[in-house]
């Protein structure tokens, strides 16, 4: 399994977020919210452990805040709207 991530730290005023992109399938997902990284730290290793079991592969993950207006975009998704 490949894992990396980041940490992103933006002054803003919404919630905190997990985005985990996998390359097999194509995908980025979102998990939240959560009201500070610290607590999604705490809750990553279920929602990776998830993934993996349901086969993804080489799964990277940031923490940052935002507002995702989707909780899960296939690279099919990304072609259709470009």
Known sequence: MKLTH???Q???????????ITNH???T???GPFISPKEAYWF???YIED???EGNQEIRFQI???QP???????NEWQDSA
Do not use: D, M, R, V
């Open 25 to 27: 399938p194509n995908c």
């Open 6 to 8: 980041n940490l992103k």
């Open 10 to 20: 933006e002054p803003s005023e919404f919630a905190w977020w997990i985005e985990i």
């Open 29 to 31: 997902y979102y998990f």
């Open 64 to 66: 940052l805040q935002c």
């Open 51 to 53: 993934l993996e079991q």
């Open 44 to 46: 990553l290793p279920g």
């Open 69 to 75: 207006k989707e909780l899960t975009i296939s690279k």
